[in-house]
């Protein structure tokens, strides 16, 4: 595979418009298999949700190809009031909360912190007292730091999905231990508790259009970086 930018995204919802056009096939590496799809001379795995999943994704992704930048996409959760719903942050930098270990990408504006788990209202504020962060997610500081082992270029690129008031319903306990989420048994949950409802309608609403936004601007970073405009994060 001859690509010279890839992508490591957690789930395929969060950038399904961008896969639209892509060509599929399956990989195999260390006992997974993993499903790449290329567009326009770039590869995008989704490895699951959180740091031991994306980081495999990582891995297999450069085992297969060479690229010249390692793009973390999807969702994430403001941590700061007011940021808007499907905007996108490029963060400057990158935090792993658990270790404090940090990632610069060169480039951007804004803090990310990476959550060992989902992240409601009280974990995000606390991550914006302890690390200044201005959004959270669950994958990119791992994928950072198989782009530093590796030596390659990287990039973070976050959709905001749920503000910084936003109380996520509880997610955390269907991710299953190799990153997947059991979406048959959080629907028989969520059916029983019809007070959930409009939040979840909210989520879906706005993770849709977080979608669209990061899908967008995914297509018109792998056309610049085709034409060699972008170069990496500056």
């Not at 896969?19 to 989704?46: I, K, N, P, Q, S």
């Not at 319903?169 to 048994?185: E, H, K, Q, V, Y």
């Amino acid at each position: 595979m001859s690509e010279r930018l890839a992508i490591v995204a957690a789930m395929e919802r969060e950038v399904a418009p961008f896969l639209d056009l892509a060509v599929c096939f399956v990989y195999e590496r260390e006992g997974r298999r993993y499903t790449f799809y290329e567009r326009d001379g770039a590869a995008l795995v989704c490895g699951g949700m959180g740091a031991a999943a994306a980081r495999a994704a990582a891995q297999a992704v450069l085992a297969h190809s060479r690229p010249d930048l390692l793009v973390s996409a999807g969702f994430a959760g403001a941590a700061t009031p007011g940021r808007w719903l499907g905007s996108l942050i490029i963060p400057t930098l990158v935090v792993d909360a658990v270790t404090g270990e940090q990632f610069s990408t060169g480039g951007g504006s804004g803090v990310l912190v990476s959550s060992p788990g989902v992240c409601g209202r009280a974990e995000k504020a606390g991550m914006r007292a302890r690390h200044e962060a201005d959004a959270v997610d669950m994958e990119a500081a791992a994928v950072a730091r198989v782009a530093r082992e590796q030596g390659v270029q990287f990039l973070a690129i976050k959709a905001i999905s749920d503000a910084a008031d936003f109380e996520m319903p509880p997610l955390g306990r269907f991710i299953t231990r190799d990153g997947g989420f059991r979406t048959a048994s959080f629907a028989a949950f969520a059916a029983l508790r019809p007070w959930l409802w409009p939040r979840l309608r909210r989520l879906q609403g706005n993770s849709a259009a977080a979608a669209r936004s990061l899908s967008a601007f995914l297509q018109w970073m792998v056309e610049q970086h085709n034409q060699g405009r972008l170069s990496g994060p500056d």
